[in-house]
């Protein structure tokens, strides 16, 4: 969490960013749906509670992207990329980088994958990550803006995760132009790079 929440900060609401409106990386859209789940009436993302939020990560984004299962460092990787980009293309990243097939399920197969994934696992994982924003802003070009904290997140996670080279990366925290670091968007006509 330490990690996370050094790139998540606080309540955002940047215009260029589909997520809308978000508070310490948890959008509006997904604090409604986890309220709504506990029995409780939606209200701002502004006044998310810290045990909420510690709740909603792990329900979120540790458990279903199966970190848990994962060696340490390859943990931290999957954890932020399912924070940033959603646990379905964590997952998705993670069986590229094993060797796994890349269907989105973490099953059996991807586990053994992962026992049997050399040392540059995180290394082929970050690369892909690195490759996924660029082709998000070719894509779309209005998510450039986004980018240099995207790239700075990435290199800071490539450090934390004990990548040579980037040891010393992420000492300040820079969002770039948006002055946070954006999820990334969903996209309904399928992922480059994963599909």
């Known amino acids: ?26 959008t509006q859209a997904v604090y ?28 979120g984004y540790w458990v279903p ?6 060696p340490v460092d390859l943990d931290l990787v999957q954890f932020d990329t399912a924070v940033n980009m959603g646990p379905g293309r964590a997952v998705k990243f993670l069986q590229h980088a094993v060797g796994a097939v890349p269907d989105g399920d973490f099953g059996e197969n991807t586990r053994r994958a992962v026992e049997r994934a050399d040392g540059g696992a995180v290394a082929r994982y ?13 894509k779309k070009p209005s998510q450039r803006v986004f980018l240099k904290g995207w790239m700075n997140r990435l290199n800071a996670l490539r450090g934390a995760a004990g990548l040579p080279g980037f040891e010393s990366v992420g000492a300040v925290v ?13 996209d309904e006509s399928g992922d480059p790079l994963l599909d």
């Open 1 to 26: 969490m330490p990690f996370i929440l050094r790139w998540e900060g606080g309540f955002v609401d940047h215009p260029a960013d589909p997520g809308g409106a978000t508070n310490k990386g948890v």
């Open 32 to 59: 409604d749906r986890w309220r709504t789940r506990q029995g409780l009436e939606p209200r701002s993302v502004r006044q998310l509670g810290e045990g909420e939020m510690n709740a909603i990560y792990r329900q």
């Open 65 to 70: 992207p199966r970190c848990d299962l994962l």
């Open 126 to 138: 970050c690369d892909r990550r690195q490759r996924f924003y660029h082709a998000i802003v070719a």
């Open 174 to 186: 820079d969002f770039g132009e948006a002055d946070y670091i954006a999820r990334v968007p969903e």
